[in-house]
């Protein structure tokens, strides 16, 4: 029953932007920790930016903070990951993932959350 699907991934310019999105089904997207991950060739799973249930604290791994801008929109059920100054080194398979409430919020690779999307791959050409 639980289901996220991402969306939005594509081909881009470096400097361009991209605004990813992850529709989920079968749950309450505020009712979960809920993020963005993504896995670069050759790197390992690197958490982008997470949403805590709790109070809406957002992190931002120290590469994307300024570009990346997590959201969800609860009427739609939808997160979303407005991602600006597109580098090279963003270039991966993009996921969004849930996981029950923890405190502190967690939004690192080392972390197993629960389910997740297929992903969608952002290329970022030089």
């Known amino acids: 029953e639980v289901q996220l699907v991402e969306s939005g991934g594509g081909l881009v310019q470096a400097g361009g932007s991209l605004r990813l999105s992850c529709a989920a089904s079968g749950f309450r997207l505020d009712d979960f920790d809920i993020g963005w991950f993504r896995k670069a060739p050759g790197k390992e799973m690197e958490g982008v930016s997470c949403?805590?249930?709790?109070?809406?604290?957002?992190l931002y791994t120290d590469s994307v903070a300024g570009r990346f801008t997590i959201s969800s929109d609860n009427a739609k059920n939808t997160l979303y990951l407005q991602m600006n100054n597109l580098k090279p080194e963003d270039t991966a398979v993009y996921y969004c993932?849930?996981?029950?409430?923890?405190?502190?919020?967690?939004?690192?690779?080392?972390?197993?959350?629960?389910?997740w999307g297929q992903g969608t791959q952002v290329t970022v050409s030089s």
């Open positions: 993932a849930q996981t029950m409430p923890h405190d502190p919020l967690r939004c690192d690779g080392d972390y197993e959350y629960d389910y």
């Open positions: 949403i805590s249930s709790k109070d809406g604290r957002r």
